[in-house]
């Protein structure tokens, strides 16, 4: 079964970098959309970045994080530069992901990988 895998995450300090991860694994098709979203404590699940045709970032991030695809090895990456303490959360890979031709797109997500931005 398709698998999505997150690494990089880890300890930052304010106005740091990071580099995250997701690799898509199993049964794979065609992938069509592949992104980010996080999660702080506390809140609700939020879009970051994502990429199918376009790319579309959060407000609170545009400028700062950059998503990249390498379709070839069915990954996804999520540049963070000028790290924040507000940008600490699980971060989350998502992707639509059609496993045969003769079925339509499903979500899949990642178990997520935790960022955390402090002194």
């Known amino acids: 079964q398709v698998r999505l895998v997150e690494s990089g995450g880890g300890l930052v300090q304010p106005g740091g970098s990071l580099r995250l991860s997701c690799a898509a694994s199993?049964?794979?098709?065609?992938?069509?959309?592949m992104g980010w979203y996080r999660q702080a404590p506390g809140k609700q699940r939020e879009l970051v970045a994502t990429?199918?045709?376009?790319?579309n970032y959060a407000d609170s991030v545009k400028g700062r994080f950059s998503v990249s695809r390498d379709n070839a090895k069915n990954m996804v990456y999520l540049q963070m530069n000028s790290l924040k303490p507000e940008d600490t959360a699980v971060y989350y890979c998502?992707?639509?992901?059609?496993?045969?031709?003769?079925?339509?797109?499903?979500?899949?997500w990642g178990e997520g990988t935790l960022v955390t931005v402090s002194s």
């Open positions: 998502n992707a639509g992901i059609q496993t045969s031709y003769y079925r339509s797109s499903a979500d899949y």
């Open positions: 990429s199918d045709s376009t790319i």
């Open positions: 199993g049964r794979i098709f065609r992938i069509n959309r």
